[in-house]
Protein backbone atom coordinates (compact mmCIF):
# COMPACT_ATOMS: atom_id res chain seq x y z
CA UNK A 1 0.00 0.00 0.00
CA UNK A 2 2.89 2.36 1.12
CA UNK A 3 4.48 2.01 -2.71
CA UNK A 4 1.63 2.21 -4.32
CA UNK A 5 0.88 5.60 -2.54
CA UNK A 6 3.78 7.06 -2.88
CA UNK A 7 3.70 6.01 -6.77
CA UNK A 8 -0.14 7.79 -7.08
CA UNK A 9 1.61 10.78 -5.51
CA UNK A 10 4.12 11.07 -7.85
CA UNK A 11 2.50 10.68 -10.67
CA UNK A 12 -0.33 13.13 -8.95
CA UNK A 13 2.31 15.88 -8.20
CA UNK A 14 3.92 15.63 -11.91
CA UNK A 15 1.29 15.93 -13.61
CA UNK A 16 -0.10 18.32 -11.32
CA UNK A 17 3.00 20.73 -11.10
CA UNK A 18 2.70 20.10 -15.42
CA UNK A 19 -0.46 22.14 -14.89
CA UNK A 20 1.46 24.83 -12.82
CA UNK A 21 -0.93 24.23 -9.60
CA UNK A 22 1.40 25.04 -6.31
CA UNK A 23 2.69 23.14 -3.81
CA UNK A 24 0.22 23.54 -1.22
CA UNK A 25 -2.27 22.35 -3.57
CA UNK A 26 -0.84 18.98 -4.30
CA UNK A 27 -0.33 18.13 -0.57
CA UNK A 28 -4.31 18.77 -0.16
CA UNK A 29 -4.73 16.44 -3.74
CA UNK A 30 -2.38 13.64 -2.64
CA UNK A 31 -4.46 13.06 0.32
CA UNK A 32 -7.66 12.99 -1.57
CA UNK A 33 -5.95 10.15 -3.73
CA UNK A 34 -4.66 8.26 -0.95
CA UNK A 35 -7.83 8.25 0.83
CA UNK A 36 -9.41 7.01 -2.92
CA UNK A 37 -6.56 4.65 -3.06
CA UNK A 38 -7.66 3.15 0.38
CA UNK A 39 -11.64 3.26 -0.39
CA UNK A 40 -11.20 1.63 -4.03
CA UNK A 41 -9.21 -1.30 -2.38
CA UNK A 42 -11.76 -4.64 -2.41
CA UNK A 43 -10.09 -6.59 0.28
CA UNK A 44 -12.43 -5.32 3.53
CA UNK A 45 -15.31 -5.93 1.50
CA UNK A 46 -14.23 -9.38 0.50
CA UNK A 47 -13.24 -10.04 4.46
CA UNK A 48 -16.66 -8.70 5.25
CA UNK A 49 -18.59 -10.51 2.60
CA UNK A 50 -16.99 -14.12 3.84
CA UNK A 51 -17.25 -13.06 7.77
CA UNK A 52 -20.99 -12.38 7.07
CA UNK A 53 -21.71 -15.30 5.09
CA UNK A 54 -23.96 -17.91 7.12
CA UNK A 55 -22.40 -21.59 7.55
CA UNK A 56 -26.09 -23.33 6.16
CA UNK A 57 -26.96 -26.80 7.65
CA UNK A 58 -26.42 -29.57 5.80
CA UNK A 59 -31.14 -29.67 5.44
CA UNK A 60 -30.72 -26.28 3.69
CA UNK A 61 -27.77 -26.84 1.65
CA UNK A 62 -29.35 -30.22 0.50
CA UNK A 63 -32.30 -27.97 -0.50
CA UNK A 64 -30.90 -25.38 -2.24
CA UNK A 65 -31.17 -24.40 -6.31
CA UNK A 66 -27.60 -25.24 -7.11
CA UNK A 67 -26.86 -28.35 -4.75
CA UNK A 68 -25.96 -30.76 -7.32
CA UNK A 69 -23.35 -28.04 -8.63
CA UNK A 70 -21.82 -27.41 -5.04
CA UNK A 71 -21.61 -31.11 -4.86
CA UNK A 72 -20.34 -31.41 -8.93
CA UNK A 73 -17.72 -28.78 -7.32
CA UNK A 74 -16.73 -30.59 -4.49
CA UNK A 75 -16.27 -33.64 -6.48
CA UNK A 76 -13.98 -31.88 -8.77
CA UNK A 77 -11.62 -30.50 -6.04
CA UNK A 78 -11.84 -34.13 -4.41
CA UNK A 79 -10.36 -35.85 -7.43
CA UNK A 80 -7.77 -32.85 -8.29
CA UNK A 81 -6.33 -32.94 -4.20
CA UNK A 82 -6.37 -36.77 -4.32
CA UNK A 83 -4.89 -36.99 -7.81
CA UNK A 84 -2.07 -34.24 -7.01
CA UNK A 85 -1.38 -36.37 -3.48
CA UNK A 86 -0.89 -39.28 -5.23
CA UNK A 87 1.79 -37.80 -7.34
CA UNK A 88 3.48 -35.89 -4.30
CA UNK A 89 3.93 -39.56 -2.88
CA UNK A 90 5.20 -41.32 -5.99
CA UNK A 91 7.94 -38.31 -5.92
CA UNK A 92 8.47 -39.92 -2.92
CA UNK A 93 7.35 -37.68 -0.16
CA UNK A 94 5.56 -39.61 3.07
CA UNK A 95 4.83 -36.67 4.89
CA UNK A 96 3.02 -34.08 3.60
CA UNK A 97 2.61 -30.48 4.18
CA UNK A 98 0.13 -28.59 2.38
CA UNK A 99 -0.70 -24.97 2.29
CA UNK A 100 -4.67 -24.00 1.71
CA UNK A 101 -4.59 -20.19 0.46
CA UNK A 102 -8.07 -19.03 0.80
CA UNK A 103 -9.54 -21.98 2.99
CA UNK A 104 -13.23 -20.24 3.83
CA UNK A 105 -15.22 -22.43 6.87
CA UNK A 106 -12.72 -25.03 5.98
CA UNK A 107 -14.81 -27.26 3.26
CA UNK A 108 -11.65 -29.01 2.27
CA UNK A 109 -10.74 -30.89 5.15
CA UNK A 110 -11.92 -33.73 4.70
CA UNK A 111 -10.55 -34.17 1.74
CA UNK A 112 -6.81 -33.54 3.61
CA UNK A 113 -7.86 -35.91 5.59
CA UNK A 114 -8.65 -38.76 3.17
CA UNK A 115 -5.29 -37.71 1.43
CA UNK A 116 -3.69 -38.61 4.24
CA UNK A 117 -1.59 -35.48 4.60
CA UNK A 118 0.70 -34.73 7.77
CA UNK A 119 0.37 -30.83 8.13
CA UNK A 120 -2.44 -28.35 7.03
CA UNK A 121 -1.53 -24.46 7.34
CA UNK A 122 -5.36 -22.87 6.65
CA UNK A 123 -5.08 -19.09 5.52
CA UNK A 124 -8.07 -16.83 4.86
CA UNK A 125 -9.07 -12.69 5.12
CA UNK A 126 -12.03 -13.23 6.31
CA UNK A 127 -11.48 -14.60 10.60
CA UNK A 128 -14.91 -15.52 11.29
CA UNK A 129 -14.32 -18.51 8.11
CA UNK A 130 -10.46 -18.85 9.63
CA UNK A 131 -12.22 -19.57 13.12
CA UNK A 132 -14.85 -21.77 11.68
CA UNK A 133 -12.75 -23.89 10.13
CA UNK A 134 -10.44 -24.42 13.31
CA UNK A 135 -13.79 -25.74 15.06
CA UNK A 136 -14.15 -27.46 12.20
CA UNK A 137 -10.94 -29.10 12.26
CA UNK A 138 -10.89 -29.56 16.50
CA UNK A 139 -14.85 -31.42 15.89
CA UNK A 140 -13.02 -33.13 13.18
CA UNK A 141 -10.43 -34.64 15.32
CA UNK A 142 -12.29 -35.18 18.36
CA UNK A 143 -14.54 -37.38 16.60
CA UNK A 144 -12.04 -39.28 15.00
CA UNK A 145 -11.00 -43.17 15.49
CA UNK A 146 -8.69 -43.09 18.70
CA UNK A 147 -5.68 -45.03 16.27
CA UNK A 148 -6.59 -42.60 12.99
CA UNK A 149 -3.66 -40.20 13.20
CA UNK A 150 -5.42 -36.47 12.37
CA UNK A 151 -2.43 -34.31 11.02
CA UNK A 152 -1.73 -31.16 12.72
CA UNK A 153 -2.70 -27.65 11.48
CA UNK A 154 -2.44 -23.86 12.04
CA UNK A 155 -4.61 -21.17 11.32
CA UNK A 156 -3.86 -17.76 10.44
CA UNK A 157 -6.32 -14.76 9.37
CA UNK A 158 -4.12 -13.12 6.79
CA UNK A 159 -5.03 -10.92 3.50
CA UNK A 160 -2.79 -12.99 1.36
CA UNK A 161 -2.45 -10.24 -1.68
CA UNK A 162 -0.69 -8.01 1.21
CA UNK A 163 0.96 -10.11 4.05
CA UNK A 164 3.35 -12.69 3.25
CA UNK A 165 2.65 -16.03 4.94
CA UNK A 166 6.01 -16.99 5.23
CA UNK A 167 6.01 -14.12 8.11
CA UNK A 168 3.11 -15.66 10.42
CA UNK A 169 3.70 -19.47 9.78
CA UNK A 170 5.03 -21.26 12.81
CA UNK A 171 6.11 -24.40 11.49
CA UNK A 172 8.98 -23.96 8.96
CA UNK A 173 8.58 -26.57 6.42
CA UNK A 174 8.15 -26.27 3.07
CA UNK A 175 4.98 -27.09 1.48
CA UNK A 176 4.38 -29.94 -1.11
CA UNK A 177 1.17 -28.38 -2.00
CA UNK A 178 -0.78 -25.11 -2.49
CA UNK A 179 -4.22 -25.12 -3.40
CA UNK A 180 -6.44 -22.08 -3.84
CA UNK A 181 -9.56 -23.09 -4.40
CA UNK A 182 -12.16 -20.44 -5.76
CA UNK A 183 -9.93 -17.54 -4.71
CA UNK A 184 -7.58 -15.95 -6.98
CA UNK A 185 -9.55 -13.96 -9.15
CA UNK A 186 -9.70 -11.75 -6.05
CA UNK A 187 -6.16 -10.81 -6.02
CA UNK A 188 -6.54 -9.91 -9.52
CA UNK A 189 -7.47 -6.59 -8.61
CA UNK A 190 -4.05 -5.47 -9.15
CA UNK A 191 -0.52 -6.11 -10.14
CA UNK A 192 0.79 -5.82 -6.70
CA UNK A 193 -1.74 -7.95 -5.01
CA UNK A 194 -1.75 -10.72 -7.84
CA UNK A 195 2.27 -10.48 -7.68
CA UNK A 196 1.53 -10.85 -3.26
CA UNK A 197 -1.00 -13.97 -3.64
CA UNK A 198 1.30 -15.75 -6.46
CA UNK A 199 4.37 -14.99 -3.98
CA UNK A 200 2.34 -16.73 -0.99
CA UNK A 201 1.21 -19.83 -2.79
CA UNK A 202 4.64 -20.24 -4.95
CA UNK A 203 7.78 -19.09 -2.59
CA UNK A 204 7.18 -21.70 0.42
CA UNK A 205 7.01 -24.76 -2.22
CA UNK A 206 9.42 -27.94 -2.18
CA UNK A 207 11.47 -28.03 -5.62
CA UNK A 208 8.74 -30.78 -7.28
CA UNK A 209 5.82 -29.38 -5.42
CA UNK A 210 2.45 -28.13 -6.80
CA UNK A 211 0.30 -24.98 -6.56
CA UNK A 212 -3.40 -26.20 -7.86
CA UNK A 213 -6.57 -24.30 -8.14
CA UNK A 214 -9.61 -23.33 -9.76
CA UNK A 215 -10.43 -19.92 -10.94
CA UNK A 216 -13.04 -18.61 -13.57
CA UNK A 217 -11.95 -19.06 -17.06
CA UNK A 218 -11.49 -15.40 -18.65
CA UNK A 219 -11.60 -16.63 -22.24
CA UNK A 220 -15.24 -18.07 -21.15
CA UNK A 221 -16.84 -14.79 -19.56
CA UNK A 222 -15.64 -13.02 -22.41
CA UNK A 223 -17.34 -14.53 -24.97
CA UNK A 224 -20.29 -14.95 -23.05
CA UNK A 225 -20.19 -11.02 -22.76
CA UNK A 226 -19.68 -10.43 -26.34
CA UNK A 227 -22.50 -13.01 -27.24
CA UNK A 228 -25.16 -10.58 -25.67
CA UNK A 229 -26.32 -7.19 -26.37
CA UNK A 230 -25.88 -6.44 -23.08
CA UNK A 231 -23.33 -6.05 -20.40
CA UNK A 232 -25.37 -9.17 -18.05
CA UNK A 233 -25.75 -12.64 -18.93
CA UNK A 234 -26.74 -15.71 -16.79
CA UNK A 235 -29.61 -17.27 -15.64
CA UNK A 236 -32.20 -18.11 -13.24
CA UNK A 237 -28.82 -19.46 -11.20
CA UNK A 238 -26.12 -17.42 -12.01
CA UNK A 239 -25.51 -13.48 -13.06
CA UNK A 240 -22.68 -12.33 -14.38
CA UNK A 241 -21.79 -8.79 -15.15
CA UNK A 242 -19.47 -6.23 -16.18
CA UNK A 243 -19.44 -2.23 -16.49
CA UNK A 244 -18.33 -1.90 -19.79
CA UNK A 245 -16.95 -3.62 -22.79
CA UNK A 246 -14.75 -3.91 -25.50
CA UNK A 247 -11.37 -3.24 -23.13
CA UNK A 248 -10.16 -5.63 -20.63
CA UNK A 249 -7.07 -4.28 -18.62
CA UNK A 250 -4.85 -6.77 -17.42
CA UNK A 251 -5.03 -6.00 -13.84
CA UNK A 252 -8.37 -4.70 -12.19
CA UNK A 253 -10.73 -5.55 -14.71
CA UNK A 254 -13.83 -5.69 -12.16
CA UNK A 255 -17.32 -7.79 -12.59
CA UNK A 256 -19.50 -8.68 -10.47
CA UNK A 257 -21.01 -12.79 -9.86
CA UNK A 258 -24.05 -13.18 -7.99
CA UNK A 259 -24.74 -17.22 -7.36
CA UNK A 260 -28.34 -18.17 -6.10
CA UNK A 261 -29.21 -14.36 -5.76
CA UNK A 262 -26.12 -13.91 -3.15
CA UNK A 263 -24.87 -11.10 -4.77
CA UNK A 264 -21.20 -11.69 -4.46
CA UNK A 265 -17.99 -9.10 -4.08
CA UNK A 266 -16.39 -8.12 -7.13
CA UNK A 267 -14.16 -10.71 -8.92
CA UNK A 268 -11.74 -9.65 -11.54
CA UNK A 269 -10.42 -11.58 -14.80
CA UNK A 270 -7.90 -13.45 -14.58
CA UNK A 271 -6.05 -13.51 -17.88
CA UNK A 272 -4.71 -17.03 -17.31
CA UNK A 273 -1.59 -16.75 -19.77
CA UNK A 274 -0.48 -13.91 -17.85
CA UNK A 275 -0.72 -15.70 -14.49
CA UNK A 276 1.40 -18.50 -16.82
CA UNK A 277 3.90 -15.94 -16.78
CA UNK A 278 4.50 -14.64 -13.69
CA UNK A 279 4.14 -18.00 -12.35
CA UNK A 280 7.68 -18.53 -14.12
CA UNK A 281 9.17 -15.94 -12.01
CA UNK A 282 8.93 -18.49 -9.10
CA UNK A 283 10.28 -21.43 -11.47
CA UNK A 284 6.50 -22.96 -11.85
CA UNK A 285 5.77 -25.39 -15.22
CA UNK A 286 1.95 -25.20 -15.89
CA UNK A 287 1.54 -28.70 -15.71
CA UNK A 288 -2.36 -29.02 -16.48
CA UNK A 289 -5.39 -26.70 -17.64
CA UNK A 290 -8.57 -27.52 -17.91
CA UNK A 291 -12.26 -26.21 -18.18
CA UNK A 292 -14.13 -28.09 -16.02
CA UNK A 293 -16.17 -29.86 -18.72
CA UNK A 294 -13.04 -30.85 -20.14
CA UNK A 295 -11.64 -32.10 -16.36
CA UNK A 296 -15.17 -33.63 -15.81
CA UNK A 297 -15.19 -35.64 -19.90
CA UNK A 298 -11.32 -36.92 -18.64
CA UNK A 299 -12.19 -38.25 -14.98
CA UNK A 300 -15.73 -39.68 -15.31
CA UNK A 301 -14.23 -42.29 -17.14
CA UNK A 302 -12.35 -43.69 -14.37
CA UNK A 303 -14.20 -46.15 -12.01
CA UNK A 304 -13.10 -44.90 -8.76
CA UNK A 305 -13.87 -41.04 -9.70
CA UNK A 306 -17.27 -42.07 -11.14
CA UNK A 307 -18.44 -44.15 -7.90
CA UNK A 308 -16.57 -40.98 -5.87
CA UNK A 309 -19.46 -38.74 -7.38
CA UNK A 310 -22.01 -41.22 -6.96
CA UNK A 311 -21.13 -40.89 -3.01
CA UNK A 312 -20.77 -37.12 -3.38
CA UNK A 313 -24.36 -36.65 -4.81
CA UNK A 314 -22.27 -34.82 -7.32
CA UNK A 315 -24.84 -35.40 -10.47
CA UNK A 316 -28.66 -35.65 -10.25
CA UNK A 317 -30.67 -38.54 -11.20
CA UNK A 318 -32.61 -37.92 -14.19
CA UNK A 319 -35.26 -38.97 -14.37
CA UNK A 320 -35.57 -38.14 -10.78
CA UNK A 321 -37.30 -40.54 -7.93
CA UNK A 322 -40.68 -39.72 -7.43
CA UNK A 323 -40.64 -37.53 -11.10
CA UNK A 324 -39.94 -34.35 -9.26
CA UNK A 325 -36.10 -32.86 -10.49
CA UNK A 326 -34.56 -30.54 -8.47
CA UNK A 327 -35.34 -27.51 -10.62
CA UNK A 328 -38.72 -27.44 -11.79
CA UNK A 329 -38.67 -26.85 -15.84
CA UNK A 330 -38.55 -29.51 -18.07
CA UNK A 331 -36.17 -27.18 -20.63
CA UNK A 332 -33.78 -27.18 -17.80
CA UNK A 333 -33.36 -31.01 -18.44
CA UNK A 334 -33.86 -31.16 -22.24
CA UNK A 335 -30.04 -32.39 -22.86
CA UNK A 336 -30.65 -35.39 -20.04
CA UNK A 337 -34.61 -36.31 -21.93
CA UNK A 338 -32.25 -36.62 -25.31
CA UNK A 339 -29.30 -38.51 -23.59
CA UNK A 340 -32.01 -40.84 -22.14
CA UNK A 341 -33.89 -41.43 -25.70
CA UNK A 342 -30.03 -42.75 -27.29
CA UNK A 343 -29.67 -46.60 -27.70
CA UNK A 344 -28.16 -48.53 -25.21
CA UNK A 345 -28.69 -45.91 -22.49
CA UNK A 346 -29.74 -47.40 -19.21
CA UNK A 347 -32.21 -45.33 -17.12
CA UNK A 348 -31.43 -43.21 -14.44
CA UNK A 349 -28.76 -41.01 -16.13
CA UNK A 350 -26.75 -38.61 -13.94
CA UNK A 351 -26.73 -34.34 -14.90
CA UNK A 352 -26.69 -30.94 -13.88
CA UNK A 353 -29.70 -28.66 -14.93
CA UNK A 354 -28.89 -26.32 -17.98
CA UNK A 355 -28.60 -23.23 -15.23
CA UNK A 356 -26.09 -25.03 -12.64
CA UNK A 357 -23.86 -26.38 -15.90
CA UNK A 358 -23.78 -23.10 -17.41
CA UNK A 359 -22.46 -21.62 -13.94
CA UNK A 360 -20.20 -24.30 -13.63
CA UNK A 361 -18.85 -24.72 -16.83
CA UNK A 362 -17.33 -20.78 -16.78
CA UNK A 363 -14.70 -21.99 -14.24
CA UNK A 364 -11.01 -23.74 -15.21
CA UNK A 365 -8.88 -26.16 -12.92
CA UNK A 366 -5.40 -25.82 -13.20
CA UNK A 367 -1.93 -27.57 -12.06
CA UNK A 368 1.47 -25.71 -12.23
CA UNK A 369 4.73 -27.60 -10.14
CA UNK A 370 7.57 -26.20 -9.24
CA UNK A 371 11.05 -27.44 -10.89
C1 LIG B 1 -15.35 -18.79 -2.80
S1 LIG B 1 -14.53 -18.84 -1.29
C2 LIG B 1 -13.64 -20.37 -1.42
C3 LIG B 1 -13.29 -20.98 -0.11
C4 LIG B 1 -12.57 -22.34 -0.18
N1 LIG B 1 -11.31 -22.23 -0.86
C5 LIG B 1 -13.44 -23.37 -0.86
O1 LIG B 1 -13.11 -23.82 -1.97
O2 LIG B 1 -14.45 -23.76 -0.27
C6 LIG B 1 -13.27 -17.64 -1.51
C7 LIG B 1 -12.41 -17.45 -0.27
O3 LIG B 1 -11.30 -16.62 -0.62
C8 LIG B 1 -11.01 -15.82 0.51
N2 LIG B 1 -10.19 -14.67 0.06
C9 LIG B 1 -10.51 -13.74 -0.84
N3 LIG B 1 -9.51 -12.82 -0.96
C10 LIG B 1 -8.54 -13.21 -0.10
C11 LIG B 1 -7.28 -12.68 0.26
N4 LIG B 1 -6.82 -11.56 -0.28
N5 LIG B 1 -6.54 -13.33 1.18
C12 LIG B 1 -7.00 -14.49 1.75
N6 LIG B 1 -8.20 -15.02 1.48
C13 LIG B 1 -8.97 -14.40 0.56
C14 LIG B 1 -12.40 -15.44 1.01
O4 LIG B 1 -12.40 -14.94 2.31
C15 LIG B 1 -13.14 -16.76 0.87
O5 LIG B 1 -13.04 -17.54 2.02
Not at 47 to 55: F, G, I, K, P, V
Request: charged share 25%; aromatic share 10%.
Amino acid sequence: MEGLKRKREEEVNNRLHGYGVSDEHVVCLCVIVCVCVQVCDHSAKVARHYNCLQEVGLQARSQSRIVFMRNFNNWLKSVLIGEVLDQVREGGSQQVSVLDLGCGKGGDLLKWRRGGITHLVCADIAAVSVDQCQSRYEEMKKKSHFNEKIFSAEFITADCSKELLSEKIQSSQLFDVCSCQFVFHYSFENEQKAETMLKNACDQLKPGGFFIGTTPDAFELIKRLEATDDLTFGNDVFQVSFPSKGSYPLFGCQYHFSLDQVVNVPEFLVYFPLLEHMAKRYNMRLVMKQRFSEFFEEKVKKDHHRSLMMKMNAMESFPADGGCQNIDSSSEYDHAQEHCGREGVKLPVGTLSRSEWEAASIYLVFVFQKL
